[in-house]
């Protein structure tokens, strides 16, 4: 059985950091691609960064440059690591797994299994 859990949010003020972590277990390391997604109050689900099976990233243009996604295979764990927090990166954030892609995307339905997310709140 394939399980995903975050861990880590919380609230942090405008310009602050948060680490945002995310424990995958059921599943090969080598077999699957990960992201971070985001859900703000009455707005859509978006992918805002992904990492794939080689290690290459891919970020959503909002986050970039502040936000860094990164794995431990050896352990199947993943990390988010947000700085420069902005009010607007208030949501509720998730992990998701993809199995068998070569390369990560940034769309929901591209993932398999999902966390059941961590609240991340930024004030200003």
């Known amino acids: 059985q394939v399980q995903v859990a975050e861990s880590g949010g919380g609230l942090e003020p405008a310009g602050g950091s948060l680490t945002l972590h995310c424990a995958v277990s059921?599943?090969?390391?080598?077999?699957?691609?990960m992201g971070w997604f985001r859900q703000a109050p009455g707005k859509e689900r978006e992918g805002i960064a992904c990492?794939?099976?080689?290690?290459?990233?891919l970020y959503r243009e909002s986050v970039k440059g502040r936000f860094i996604i990164s794995k431990d295979n050896a352990v199947n764990a993943l990390s988010l690591q947000m700085n420069s927090l902005k009010p607007e990166d208030t949501a509720m954030y998730y992990c998701?797994?993809?199995?068998?892609?070569?390369?990560?995307?940034?769309?929901?339905?591209?993932?398999?299994?999902w966390g059941q997310g961590t609240q991340v709140t930024v004030s200003s």
């Open positions: 998701a797994a993809a199995i068998g892609a070569r390369f990560c995307v940034l769309s929901n339905s591209f993932y398999n299994y």
């Open positions: 990492i794939d099976r080689d290690d290459d990233t």
């Open positions: 059921g599943l090969r390391s080598i077999s699957y691609n």
